[in-house]
C-alpha cells in the first residue's frame, strides 16, 4: 500500500527567508510521480511542482525545488525567498498505478 | 476564465436528501476527477474519468455514483445523503490521462445534517 507521511503539520518563516517542508513515502513500484500541492486559504488546490521517479535530477519552478532522494522515499520542498502569498497548505502527493495519494498536509504561514 | 467551474460552492443538506454535484471545464482535458477533503486529511479519490463515457472508483466510492455526461462535465451523485459525506468536494481534470489532476474547482462545501 502507498503512503504519505507529511510530519510537521504547521511551520513558520519570515518573509524572505527559504523554507524546507518534508515528505516522505512508501511504495513498492518503481515506476512512479510525487506532487507538490498548495491550498491557499481560497481553497482552490494548485499543482506548485512534479517529479517523475525515473528522473535523478530535482524538479525546480523559480523559487519552489524539490531534494528528491528516491532511496530514502524522501521529497522535501524548498521554497527560497518566501512571499506572503505563499502563505498555505501545501499537500505532498503520490502518484503510481492509476491512483494518487496524499499527505496529510503542512500548514506553512509566511510573517512579514 | 478558462478553468474547472464547480456548483454550488456551499450546500446543506438534511440526512437522506439527494443532490448531484455539478463539474464543467472548458480545457478539452480527457480525464477529470472528483475528490473530497475532510479536516486534518489531504484530498481522496471518489471517482474517476479518463474519457468520456467511462467511470472508475476511487478510493472512497461508497455512497456516490457518478456520471460523465460528455467531454466537458462530470457530475456526482449523492442518493441519500448521510452525516459521514459532511465535506468539502474538489472536482479536477487532467491532460495527461490517468496521472495527475493538474486543474482543480474551487470546492462544494456539502454540510449533511
Known amino acids: 500500500a502507498q503512503t504519505v507521511t507529511q510530519s510537521q503539520p504547521e511551520m513558520s518563516v519570515q518573509e524572505a527567508e527559504t523554507v524546507t517542508l518534508s515528505c516522505t513515502y512508501d511504495?513498492?513500484?518503481?515506476?512512479?510521480?510525487l506532487f507538490w500541492y498548495k491550498q491557499p486559504p481560497s481553497r482552490q488546490m494548485i499543482l506548485v511542482i512534479r517529479q517523475e521517479a525515473y528522473k535523478q535530477q530535482n524538479a525546480t519552478e523559480n523559487r519552489f525545488s524539490v531534494n528528491f532522494q528516491k532511496a530514502a522515499k524522501s521529497f522535501s520542498l524548498k521554497i527560497s525567498d518566501s512571499q506572503l502569498g505563499d502563505t498555505a497548505m501545501y499537500f505532498c502527493a503520490l502518484w503510481e498505478n492509476e491512483k494518487l495519494t496524499f499527505g496529510t498536509g503542512t500548514r506553512l504561514t509566511i510573517i512579514p | 476564465n478558462a478553468g474547472v467551474t464547480q456548483t454550488p460552492k456551499f450546500q446543506v443538506l438534511k440526512t437522506g436528501q439527494s443532490m448531484t454535484l455539478q463539474c464543467a471545464q472548458d480545457m478539452n482535458h480527457n480525464s477529470m476527477y472528483w475528490y473530497r477533503q475532510d479536516p486534518g486529511m489531504g484530498l481522496r479519490l471518489i471517482y474517476y474519468?479518463?474519457?468520456?463515457?467511462?467511470?472508475d472508483k476511487g478510493e472512497v466510492p461508497n455512497g456516490y455514483n457518478v456520471s460523465r455526461l460528455n467531454k466537458r462535465e462530470f457530475s456526482l451523485r449523492l442518493e441519500s445523503a448521510a452525516p459521514s459525506q459532511t465535506s468539502v468536494y474538489f472536482c479536477a481534470s487532467s491532460e495527461w490521462g490517468l496521472i495527475q489532476p493538474q486543474h482543480f474547482g474551487d470546492g462544494t462545501r456539502l454540510s449533511i445534517l
Open positions: 511504495t513498492s513500484e518503481n515506476n512512479y510521480y
Open positions: 474519468s479518463a474519457s468520456e463515457g467511462t467511470t
